[in-house]
T-cell receptor, first 109, second 113 residues
Framework: KQEVTQIPAALSVPEGENLVLNCSFT??????LQWFRQDPGKGLTSLLL?????REQTSGRLNASLDKSSGRSTLYIAASQPGDSATYLC????????FGSGTQLTVLP | NAGVMQNPRHLVRRRGQEARLRCSPM?????VYWYRQLPEEGLKFMVY????????ESGMPKERFSAEFPKEGPSILRIQQVVRGDSAAYFC???????????FGDGTRLSIL
């Protein structure tokens, strides 16, 4: 059974800092690894998806890496902005998505 | 290009009543997934459906919960005889095929009085 763990649970940084969110998973037989953003009272917005054969994906200020052998993924956010404040979720998927509990990020202006 | 549409956004029910949550997938998507987010907990998979078929219901509680995705119309998650512990946000996602990226709706927030 897949288990996904995210650390830290919460993070508060001043605007402009670069930061890293961590995700670990127990079952390396994932089809892909996906990072989402969830704003309060809203659904999930997909940020980056890394196929199991890939090592990383980039979109703007976001970069996600995947190391299946160690069961880890990281989400790197460059030059953080207050608008980045949200809960970030990672999920490993075979057919269904298994989510971590998320990292609640606050970027202070 | 409408995304995944869920309604209602908020639903209030008294204990013992029935709750019906609806989900219209994105255009061209024939696979639907339901997830539940309990207060202070992460998202948990409930059920995966294709048109007229339940593919995986391993996350569904054994009693009172059912789901369908008919040939015509939205997918329905039905909770009978609701209890306080059913209070949660219920999210629907859809994908164009198996193992394809899932797109999420904004959820239905169910409150049980």
């Amino acid at each position: 059974k897949q288990e996904v763990t995210q650390i830290p649970a919460a993070l508060s940084v001043p605007e402009g800092e670069n930061l890293v969110l961590n995700c670990s998973f127990t079952d390396s037989a994932i089809y892909n690894l996906q990072w989402f953003r969830q704003d309060p009272g809203k659904g999930l917005t997909s940020l980056l998806l890394i196929q199991s054969s890939q090592r990383e994906q980039t979109s703007g200020r976001l970069n996600a890496s995947l190391d299946k052998s160690s069961g880890r993924s990281t989400l790197y956010i460059a030059a953080s902005q207050p608008g980045d404040s949200a809960t970030y979720l990672c999920s490993g998927s075979a057919r269904q998505l298994t989510f971590g509990s998320g990292t609640q990020l606050t970027v202070l202006p | 290009n409408a995304g995944v549409m869920q309604n209602p956004r908020h639903l209030v029910r008294r204990r013992g009543q029935e709750a019906r949550l609806r989900c219209s997938p994105m255009k061209g998507h024939s696979h639907v997934y339901w997830y539940r987010q309990l207060p202070e907990e992460g998202l948990k998979f409930m059920v995966y459906l294709q048109k007229e078929n339940i593919i995986d219901e391993s996350g569904m509680p054994k009693e009172r919960f059912s789901a369908e995705f008919p040939k015509e119309g939205p997918s329905i998650l039905r909770i009978q005889q609701v209890v306080r512990g059913d209070s949660a946000a219920y999210f629907c996602a859809s994908s164009p095929g198996d193992l394809q990226p899932q797109h999420f709706g904004d959820g239905t927030r169910l409150s049980i009085l």
